[in-house]
């Protein structure tokens, strides 16, 4: 469960829902003149560009050590898999529709953590994942028979995988300021891929339309660097689980800023399916636990043994 005592996180944690859920439809945009791989390297490239200068410019430590390690393997997870999947499947696939799908992460993320022993198994946090996606299978139900190619639904769901493993990562070495994290992770991410998008031979040209110009200044700054430092605030005050529940709030503003920008379509089902998505977040990370209210079923849940605990999340020195 997350605990609202703190007002700056959950403002930060709402901010990151408003924020990602323009991402979306940006990279559908800047889709229609870039090829998908650079398209993404100029957007990781141009933050980590920003980022590299404010910690320059605040004397804000780079990773090293474990820290490093764990930066690293963000960059891999969090954003050369995640985003190289996302930008590739994005090419034919709505944005609304992608991140109802992305939508899985949290429930990936459970998964995930609870299987490397990162948390504990939480019957509760699992009864609202399966509500809120019983939201988006009444959503995603209706554009079955889209003419959304397979591979690049499975390339969305791959990116799910992805990024339900960084939030892993992320949580499990000591934790560094969120500027230096973020810059290193997206220097890596950028360069794994440029690679790809030369092993794809892409075209590598600079955007030629304001529109396009646009779309990549908003996903570089506001969708990256605001985006990514945010989520790391958060995830060092929040389990791991608990703040990927950014992705099942997150198909709400796509949706609807697809169908102001982009002309996508809002359905009657997608306001049913957002309903049990809202309902299923709230279930999973915001109500009180059910044992509270039911003192029978804490009787067979015993007592919490240390083991069981989130293990702590170390401090590199010099780096937090």
Partial sequence: M?????PTTTAAFLSVVLLGGVNGVAVRFSNRELAPFWGATLRFGIAAIVLLAIARLR??????????????????????????????????????????????????TLLFAVAQGLERFRPQALAGSFLALAGIVVVFGQRLGSNVPTVSMLAILLAAACMAESNVVVKRFPKCHPVANNAVAMSTGAVILLALSFVTREAHALPG????W???????????????????????????SATSYVMLLMPLV?????????GESVTLAFLAGGAFVLAGVYVAAFAP???????VLAQFRGPRSAA???????VQPGCA
């Fill in 209 to 212: 339309h304001g529109q396009t």
């Fill in 254 to 262: 796509t949706v609807s800023v697809a169908a102001a920008i982009a």
């Fill in 59 to 108: 004397r804000v430590p780079l990773p090293g050590g474990a820290a490093l390690t764990g930066s690293l393997l963000y960059g891999v997870f969090g954003f050369a898999g995640a985003f190289g999947f996302i930008y590739w499947g994005l090419v034919a696939t709505p944005a609304g529709l992608a991140q109802v799908v992305l939508a899985l992460v949290p429930l990936l």
């Fill in 308 to 314: 069981r605990q989130e293990p702590p999340n170390p």
């Fill in 289 to 295: 636990p059910m044992a509270r209210r039911l003192p």
């Fill in 2 to 6: 997350i605990r609202m005592g703190n």
């Fill in 214 to 240: 646009i779309a990549v200044a908003y996903v570089s700054l506001a969708g990256s660097v605001a985006v990514f430092s945010l989520f790391l605030y958060v995830i060092q005050r929040w389990t791991a």
